[in-house]
């Protein structure tokens, strides 16, 4: 059995990101006189930055087991999911950048005991992608073509037809055929 979990640098940044995001919102609603209209335009982010650090918080007791039959998340929204009964898998990539060349992918996948969602920070994603997708092709999953693109630059797909161009060498293809 393999168990994976997210990745503390990872985790880490986002805490960062989100304690800096809250004190730089949160500091002048509590430190200076401000109008109710200015408090209400800084107290909005600061509550975002405060749910997105409660949720990367969160993240970190999640863990992902993988086996032979199938694989479980533990945490806030524990499921386990059989490869014999897997029935849906997506592999969507989404860019943090307008040009495209940066950003992570998510896993998805669906059984008839639920559903789990799982990102490229985690450690091991790689290998999650490469057994769930044997999975998938041993259950005759139907798979989008913009998860076959996202599975070729993963390499675990070698039909030349579904692997996209590269696009200057930022490793996810030609941003124009990207579809989720």
Known sequence: MSEYRYSTAALKGDLVRASIGFALCATPIAFASL???LMIL???PAGL???FGARTWLRR???VAMDETGIAVTGPNAT???WREL???KLSYFSTRRDRSNGWM???LR???GRLSIDSNFEGFDDICQRAFRAATDNDVELSGATLRNLAELGLVVDTAAKPQSSGGTGWGNPADWRR
């Open 106 to 108: 998510q896993l998805k």
């Open 61 to 63: 007791g999640i863990r």
């Open 80 to 82: 386990r999911i059989s």
């Open 87 to 89: 029935h849906r898998f």
């Open 35 to 37: 109008e109710a209209w």
């Open 111 to 113: 059984g008839p005991s």
């Open 42 to 44: 800084l107290a909005a």
């Open 49 to 51: 930055f405060a749910i």
